[in-house]
């Protein structure tokens, strides 16, 4: 069992910058790929950014360029670095677990975190 705890947000102003982070309980962080969702009022969960074992990326089309996923094995711990926040980008923000290798659909993962609110304004 993984369990994940989400931090970080809040409320940023259009065009400003944020880092949520996950911290994960468990002894073998290494093995897991982990990934970033969102989900926006009255909208589907939707894929964010995943990071490997080896810290191979994937980026949805939405946020590349601006947001930057990376993780400390040591600490056990995966952040979601923002840049040049648009207000499209307000969602409650995810991060999630599975074995080994990235995935971008939310059936794919075992272990979600409760999630932390992200507001951008305009």
């Known amino acids: 069992q993984v369990q994940l705890a989400e931090s970080g947000g809040g409320l940023v102003q259009a065009g400003g910058s944020l880092t949520l982070s996950c911290a994960a309980s468990?002894?073998?962080?290494?093995?897991?790929?982990m990934g970033w969702f969102r989900q926006a009022p009255g909208k589907e969960r939707e894929f964010v950014g995943a990071?490997?074992?080896?810290?191979?990326?994937v980026y949805a089309d939405s946020v590349k360029g601006r947001f930057t996923i990376f993780r400390d094995n040591a600490k056990n711990t995966v952040s979601l670095s923002m840049n040049s926040l648009k207000p499209e980008d307000t969602a409650v923000y995810y991060c999630?677990?599975?074995?080994?290798?990235?995935?971008?659909?939310?059936?794919?993962?075992?272990?979600w975190g409760q999630g932390t609110q992200v507001t951008v304004s305009s």
């Open positions: 999630a677990a599975r074995l080994f290798n990235i995935a971008t659909i939310t059936s794919n993962y075992n272990y």
């Open positions: 468990t002894r073998t962080f290494s093995n897991y790929a």
């Open positions: 990071i490997n074992s080896r810290s191979n990326t």
